[in-house]
């Protein structure tokens, strides 16, 4: 079973990860064994470790995940994930990636060089208004 840390655990997305994760849990796929927040009054997580410092929870429990799952603001994506992915874990981060282009790359390339996946949890794009905005983009109909 894969073990997972969420970050971010207290607000509305990561609801949707917790409902989620359960039901991974029940099909021995994943399950979240530690979460951090800044409000862990907030967390509904039973007989999982708690934290409120990112740092620290990458620091003591990094050889027993697999997967960080990012659901923090989108300034603080590129940082919790090159931070993650640097001491060997996998990522899976909220959309959007980061607040700019350098930022996507610095955490393309952290994946790259520490061979640690990365998946943004970009699930719009299947959705009939982003498919309309990407055909678009690609057939430059509002240029370049």
Do not use: W
Not at 8 to 18: D, E, Q, V
Not at 121 to 136: G, K, M, N, P, S
């Amino acid at each position: 079973m894969l073990k997972v840390a969420l970050i971010g655990a207290s607000g509305h997305i990561s609801k949707r990860h917790i409902t989620a994760y359960q039901q991974l849990k029940e099909e021995n796929i994943a399950e979240i064994v530690a979460c951090c927040d800044i409000h862990p009054d907030n967390i509904e997580l039973k007989n999982t470790k708690i934290y409120t410092d990112y740092n620290k929870l990458i620091e003591k429990e990094k050889n027993n995940l697999d997967i960080v799952d990012i659901c923090v603001p989108t300034f603080l994506h590129k940082d919790f994930s090159i931070k993650a992915m640097e001491a060997g874990i996998n990522v899976l981060c909220e959309k959007p990636m980061a607040l700019n282009y350098e930022d996507c790359l610095a955490m393309v390339d952290t994946s790259k060089r520490t061979g640690k996946k990365l998946m943004i949890a970009q699930v719009l794009r299947f959705t009939h208004d982003f498919e309309v905005i990407h055909d678009y983009v690609k057939n430059e109909k509002l240029g370049k």
